[in-house]
């Protein structure tokens, strides 16, 4: 028997908005001249992508991070461009979060991201999904910690305001929803829109379609 659910927790990349990385080194390739070998080097290496997402690079000491190691004089809003323009709607989400919303479900997003991304995807591109009907943002770049990392599901929950096993959670990577769990969050891997709906109603949580 599970907990009553008092605050869902979306992910943001692939269950909200669809991104697409191979797009992204493309754009900034062709945005800055420099080869997208480098560009995927420079950009998705596991300490650049951990750094940026974290805080440790912000939109200033990214593009001159960028910059200084491919050797290129790329200007800094075609870089920001080419570098957040990678997502689409998740159009099938929308009216299950817009609806969970109006039923007066408690909403947030938590999310690994960096402050480019989440001020792409927050200009009103894709209203009325976000900012939309979330009463909390919990992210990486800002909490100085990305999921799997415990401290980001306990920011969570503090934001919440709600203990942990009134949490629920659904992200589309397992390891990040086993470490939810680990954190006693109630966390569902993502799979489609009609999955995540079931496993709500299985959890008691009810709107109008």
């Known amino acids: 028997m599970h907990p009553p659910i008092r ?4 992910d943001l990349g692939n269950v909200l908005l669809r991104f697409c ?31 940026h997402e974290t805080g440790r690079l912000n939109p200033v000491t990214f593009h001159d991070y960028f910059c200084r190691e491919s050797g290129c004089t790329v200007e800094f809003d075609a870089l920001r461009t080419a ?27 938590l999310s690994n991201t960096n402050e480019v991304h989440w001020g792409w995807v927050t200009d ?9 009907p979330f009463e909390h943002a919990v992210l990486s ?4 910690a990305m999921k799997p990392d415990p401290r980001i ?22 390891e990040n929803v086993a470490a939810a769990r680990a954190a006693g969050l109630d966390a569902v891997l993502f799979q489609d829109v009609a999955q995540l709906a079931d496993v709500l109603r299985g959890r008691g949580v009810r709107w109008s379609s």
């Open 153 to 174: 599901y306990e920011a969570a929950a503090r934001r919440a305001g709600v203990p942990s096993r009134e949490i629920f959670f659904t992200d589309d990577r397992e």
């Open 7 to 10: 605050f869902l927790y979306f």
């Open 141 to 144: 770049f800002e909490e100085g």
């Open 124 to 132: 009103g591109r894709f209203a009325p999904l976000l900012p939309g």
């Open 21 to 51: 990385h191979d797009r992204m080194c493309r754009q900034m390739a062709a945005a800055s001249g420099v080869d997208e070998s480098v560009v995927r080097r420079l950009v998705l290496s596991q300490v650049a992508l951990h750094d």
């Open 83 to 109: 570098a957040a323009d990678i997502f689409t709607i998740n159009e099938g989400i929308v009216p299950l979060v817009t609806s969970l919303a109006a039923a007066g479900h408690r909403l947030g997003v």
